[in-house]
């Protein structure tokens, strides 16, 4: 079988690293790649959004099978542009159709979604520049802190939580009239603030039947001990240990199961990963948010623990057929720590070379912003590489991670030292 995957991050090394352990597969593509990749498959030098391009690069390839890596192509419509064209609507794309990637692709959607199917999520109401004083007046019968989602996309950035109450007004007319977040933040949604520690749930679902993969919690600032700016990811451990039987029972009966049945009420096509972004209140689950697909550095936990084959995996998505597959996880524990350009997730430069990536036998590096120059491997985005480990807990895998990575050296260099400290 011939694979192309789009993207260019550890995501998307390590499913280019996991299927190229099965014997299924024949040629691997990614585009665009990165230096990880390039040792993996064919990298093709064009973006994820540039379909018309995608569509000579899966004729001329002769390619059975498309793995979608970020939220942008699915929320395009690229699942849809392949069945609209006579030439592509037998070739399966893993990654929900535009309606259903409206879930991450619209704040809103997603929660009328939730409430329509009883899913537990925080309180919210939605606001456009023509209700802003109804806004002002919901954040006044909040309690502190304020939570302000910019509807659609808005890499990451669009989640505000102000304590002071005339800076989240501010920030909301900022946000309806001033276009802070552009077209993506026309509609903000304001919800309750919910207290708790967060995990992630990953769903793979063939639009009828589905397998819960293993959960994984990340650390998203920049700074230790939970501090500074979002990054998109600098850390992450699978599985999580508070996510025992009794808590992911609820996760999957108020959750995953009505979110599945949800999509096919109301039909919504879906084939592909559903990462389900939760907190921990009291002892019960509740939904952050949705995004459909894998996240990154999740990705880099979750499927080193996958045991199946999964060029198999990935076909019986597209075949609906995952009802057949028994889903193999290993009892280990993974860890993966991120090493990122210096000051990111501000400015920083690239094209410092990397050294150290050959000394590596203990761990798995996972190449995110990397590409080559000069025959050299250098660093090429914020997020450089993961670092990813196996252990008998979390702990015993963070420190080969951290052994791994004395190893490794660019100028600039930062990571965090302190992946896990809250559990
Ligand atoms: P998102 O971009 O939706 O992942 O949100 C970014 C982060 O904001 C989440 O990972 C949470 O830490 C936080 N967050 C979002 N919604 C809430 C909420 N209702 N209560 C508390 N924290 C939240
Ligand atoms: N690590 C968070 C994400 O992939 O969205």
Redesign the pocket.
């Known amino acids: 079988m011939n694979i192309l995957i789009l993207g260019s991050g550890g995501r998307e090394h390590a499913f280019a690293w996991k299927l190229s352990q099965s014997n299924k597969l024949s040629k691997l593509y990614i585009a665009p790649g990165n230096a990880g990749t390039f040792l993996l498959g064919e990298n093709i030098p064009i973006g994820v959004n540039d379909f018309d391009k995608i569509k000579e690069v899966v004729l001329e390839k002769d390619i059975d099978l498309v793995i979608v890596g970020p939220e942008d192509p699915l929320v395009n419509g690229v699942h849809d542009y392949f069945l609209e064209d006579a030439q592509l609507n037998n070739i399966p794309v893993i990654g929900p159709q535009k309606m259903a990637a409206k879930l991450e692709g619209s704040?809103e959607f997603a929660k009328e979604f939730m409430m329509r199917h009883e899913i537990p999520?925080?309180k919210?109401q939605s606001f456009t520049a023509e209700s802003l004083n109804e806004g002002y007046e919901f954040l006044e019968s909040l309690e502190p802190?304020y939570?302000l989602?910019a509807d659609g996309l808005a890499a990451?950035k669009?989640?505000v939580?102000l304590k002071d109450l005339n800076e989240a007004k501010r920030e909301l007319k900022s946000m309806l009239v001033d276009a802070k977040f552009g077209s993506a933040s026309t509609t903000v949604v304001i919800?309750?603030?919910?207290?708790?520690i967060?995990l992630s749930v990953f769903v793979l679902t063939d639009g009828i039947n589905y397998k819960v993969l293993p959960t994984a919690k990340d650390y998203?600032r920049i700074g230790e001990g939970d501090t500074g700016l979002?990054t998109g990811g600098m850390g992450a451990i699978s599985p999580v240990p508070f996510a025992d039987k009794v808590f992911m029972g609820k996760i999957h009966d108020q959750i995953v199961k009505p979110t599945v049945e949800g999509l096919k009420k109301d039909d919504l096509p879906y084939k592909g990963f559903i990462f389900i972004?939760l907190?921990k209140v009291g002892n019960n689950p509740?939904v952050?948010?949705y995004?459909v697909r894998m996240g990154d550095p999740e990705t880099e936990v979750v499927l080193p623990r996958v045991q199946n084959d999964f060029v198999e995996l990935m076909r019986a998505v597209a075949n609906g057929k995952l009802n057949e597959v028994n889903l193999k996880i290993d009892d280990r524990t993974a860890t993966t720590v991120m090493l990122v350009s210096g000051g990111y997730p501000g400015a920083y430069d690239k094209g410092k070379m990397i050294s150290g990536i050959e000394d590596i036998s203990d761990s798995i590096v996972f190449h995110a912003g990397t590409t080559h120059k000069d025959g050299k491997v250098v660093t090429n985005g914020g997020r450089v590489m993961a670092i990813t480990s196996y252990g008998n807990d979390f702990n015993d895998a963070l420190k080969t991670s951290y052994t791994s990575i004395e190893k490794l050296k660019f100028e600039g260099m930062n990571y965090r030292k302190d992946i896990g400290f809250d559990l």
């Open positions: 704040k999520t925080a919210y802190p939570v989602k990451g669009g989640v939580i919800e309750e603030f919910l207290e708790g967060e998203k979002n972004g907190i509740k952050i948010e995004n």
